[in-house]
């Protein structure tokens, strides 16, 4: 059974930071690109980042590019999210989510996460 499960989120002070993960199971790891995607209330899911496992190659959106990081662990078969600088506009439900490519369009991914909540105060 595939399964993404996220964590890290949490309630953080506008210029914060937290590190979100998304833990895989249940297919190789190594064949997917794994995607860190948002959805604030009201709004359309918003592709942010997303990392190939095999090469490392990462791609960012204008709206997070400078402040937030994916990375993988490939041991673990886990992807984070390092966000620095949150402002209250990144408050959203965060999900990871798997495709055999790159990508930050939502309709192009195969599997994901339940989600985990990112609140920003200011």
């Known amino acids: 059974e595939v399964q993404l499960v996220e964590s890290g989120g949490g309630l953080v002070q506008a210029g914060g930071s937290l590190r979100l993960s998304c833990a895989a199971s249940?297919?190789?790891?190594?064949?997917?690109?794994i995607g860190w995607f948002r959805q604030a209330p009201g709004k359309e899911r918003e592709g942010l980042s997303c990392i190939s496992v095999s090469d490392g190659y990462t791609y960012y959106t204008d709206s997070v590019k400078g402040r937030f990081t994916i990375s993988s662990d490939n041991a673990k078969n886990t992807v984070y999210l390092q966000m620095n600088g949150l402002k209250p506009e990144d408050t959203a439900v965060y999900y990871c989510?798997?495709?055999?490519?790159?990508?930050?369009?939502?309709?192009?991914?195969?599997?994901w996460g339940q989600g985990t909540q990112v609140t920003v105060f200011s």
């Open positions: 249940g297919f190789t790891f190594g064949d997917y690109a």
């Open positions: 989510a798997a495709d055999r490519y790159c990508t930050v369009v939502a309709s192009l991914s195969d599997y």
